[in-house]
């Protein structure tokens, strides 16, 4: 097993839709872990261009209850892989998403919602 540290920065909540029972959020979602293979000898980081990625190995990460999501691309894809001496490998990217949230309006105006945003990885 490869344990992989985590954080997310939520941007912006972009809309609320209480009709379709879900919320927009723009993330910022940053990965890190180490891969022995990527050692090399030096005492600075490489910044990889984000279109390496898929000659990585990548956590398969994804967000629980996502209706949809995108990767922003603008005017390239927003991912940085950066690869330290010691083959720690930072993996960031943004990303957009829409997710289910089951609403209670009964009590509405009066009402109290908890939309949650959760991540979970895939085992194979």
Known sequence: PVSVGMSLDVASIDTISEINMDYTATIFLRQRWTDERLCFDGNKSLSLDGRLVEMLWVPDTFIVDSKKSFL?????????????????????????????????????????????????????
Do not use: F, W
């Open 72 to 124: 922003h691309d603008v005017t390239v894809d927003n991912r940085l892989i950066r690869i330290y001496p010691n083959g720690t490998v930072l993996y960031a990217l943004r990303i957009s998403t829409t997710v289910a949230c089951s609403m209670d309006l009964t009590k509405y105006p009066m009402d109290k919602q908890t939309c949650t945003l959760q991540l979970e990885s895939c085992k194979t």
